[in-house]
């Protein structure tokens, strides 16, 4: 029996949201937010009854059209057209797991009772979500204000039976799953469109994957250090507590405390007499790098969970204080700018990586050159250096600012807008590629760590590499590498419990 989470009026948090994806959990909302749901709705049904004063987008047009009036036997037309005439997205579909969050996330922003959608229409997006009926979305369309609208609108079309669903193992179009289920098409009232396409889901739930990613990505970046450290057989000093304690950023005193903590029992680590006076800074200034991406990592969890708790449609509909509100809540440049500084914390995490896979096959310290017996006749890691800097250099170029630009839209009336989705989507894949670039280097590191035998390091390093080695062997000689870095990635995925196990106890 599956668990279920109930979501109430306390704030989600990163973890919160981790743990039901993670259990594969359904969801539901509390007793009390299905009264707020209600009241809200109702309110704005009866102050529709009893006037007619416009509001945005509950009986006029939208965006540059917002003076042109609508008439009430109209009101559900202009809201199905709303969501079909947004449906305007293009490039690669949305992975499923990102696609997972963003219906989870709007779920959470509309069950808050100021968003006046009717209680069949959450439900609906509930059932859809605990069926793992996941729509078909598009990574291109949205400039981040506004809203997401157009991967939003994709996001609402199976409510009325448009559009395509994943159902098992394959889209199927929504009509035939809303048949099969026996699903009514659901009938959009005032309101609603406006409620679904509007808000920052889109946004937020690439930034709340890549945050959710980045947690393991920080912990195997640090291991995976520990192991270089070690295998280039680097000084200690620059982990000493003294050192941090003078300079006490969070994220500095953190890596340095786990540097010590990984390799305490390295017998490499702890011999007194080292060749070099001093180490490269890709080595050296670890908890300086690392330390400011995860400083970077723990303030834009901050904003994304203030974001994932918060109401981002508009307008905006208050009950208990007779008010119907146009504001901008959806205009996502909070997110934008996270989104941003997000990548160039993960890039760094890369590129820092990448020079220590340089040193490391660089034919210093003891090392054969590119960690190979007959360097010539062998290429060895050569060219996973240079695979590692290829991602790198894309990483870099990622990372150039969204949020910066702004396009006019909708006739001026959308005149600044934070192209939040394309920091998003540009973000996730930098994520991605740090996965890759951090395999490369932890092959490389247990290639160069087998090159310091006798000697040994820490007894959890050996422990891993050992199960590590019975997926991918010692490079004696040339082979094909890549299928060793793709098994390194799925090696280190597999051990994400593991390793945060090790960083748990330090």
């Avoid at 098992?168 to 009232?189: F, H, I």
């Avoid at 200690?236 to 340095?256: N, V, W, Y």
């Avoid at 170029?397 to 540009?426: F, R, W, Y």
């Amino acid at each position: 029996m599956k668990n279920n989470t109930q979501l109430g009026i306390e704030g989600l948090t990163i973890e919160d949201l981790e743990h039901i994806i993670n259990k594969d959990s359904t969801i539901d909302i509390s007793e009390g937010l299905w009264k707020a749901v209600k009241k809200c709705r109702d309110y704005l049904d009866n102050k529709l009854a009893d006037g007619d004063a416009l509001y945005y987008g509950i009986n006029t047009g939208f965006g540059s059209l917002c003076d042109i009036a609508i008439s009430k036997d109209q009101i559900s037309t202009l809201q199905h057209n709303l969501v079909r005439s947004h449906a305007c997205g293009m490039g690669d579909v949305v992975p499923l797991d990102i696609v997972r969050i963003i219906l989870l996330t709007k779920i959470r922003s509309l069950s808050y009772g100021h968003s006046a959608v009717q209680p069949e229409v959450l439900q609906r997006l509930i059932d859809q979500y605990n069926s793992k009926l996941l729509p078909k979305i598009y990574e291109l369309g949205s400039l981040g204000a506004s809203g997401d609208l157009a991967p939003l609108a994709h996001l609402s079309l199976p409510l009325f039976g448009e559009g395509e669903l994943w159902h098992g193992d394959a889209w199927v179009s929504a009509d035939a799953v809303l048949q099969e289920k026996n699903w009514e098409k659901l009938e959009l009232s005032s309101k609603e469109g406006l409620a679904l396409l509007n808000g920052t889901q889109f946004s937020l739930s690439h930034g709340l994957w890549s945050a959710i990613e980045l947690k393991h990505l920080w912990n195997l970046a640090t291991l995976t250090a520990a192991i270089s450290l070690d295998a280039f057989d680097c000084r200690m000093s620059p982990f000493d507590e003294k050192l941090h304690r003078i300079r006490p950023h969070a994220g500095q005193i953190k890596t340095a405390q786990s540097i010590r903590g990984i390799l305490e029992d390295s017998a490499i680590a702890n011999e007194t007499e080292k060749a070099s006076v001093q180490d490269p800074y890709a080595f050296r200034c670890v908890p300086q790098v690392h330390g400011a991406s995860w400083d970077s990592l723990q303030y834009a969890i901050s904003v994304f969970e203030t974001e994932l708790n918060a109401v981002t449609d508009n307008p905006n509909v208050f009950p208990d204080e007779d008010a119907i509100l146009s504001g901008g809540n959806f205009h996502a440049q909070p997110l934008a700018v996270v989104l941003d500084f997000l990548a160039i914390a993960a890039s760094e995490l890369g590129s820092i990586s990448e020079r220590r896979v340089y040193q490391l096959i660089s034919g210093l310290r003891g090392l054969p050159a590119f960690l190979v017996a007959n360097p010539g006749l062998n290429s060895g890691f050569m060219i996973p250096q240079y695979t590692a800097a290829s991602i790198a250099s894309q990483n870099k170029q990622l990372c150039t600012p969204a949020s910066v630009d702004s396009i006019v839209s909708s006739n001026g009336q959308e005149d600044h807008v934070s192209m939040a989705a394309n920091a998003g989507t540009k973000l996730t894949k930098v994520v991605r590629n740090l996965e890759r670039i951090l395999a490369i280097e932890f092959m490389t590191a247990a290639q160069a760590l087998e090159f310091r035998a006798p000697k040994q390091s820490s007894e959890f390093i050996m422990d891993l590499l050992k199960s590590y080695r019975e997926v991918v062997p010692f490079v004696d000689e040339d082979r094909f590498l890549s299928k060793d870095m793709h098994e390194t990635v799925d090696f280190l995925r597999s051990n994400r419990n593991r390793i945060g196990e090790l960083f748990a106890k330090i």
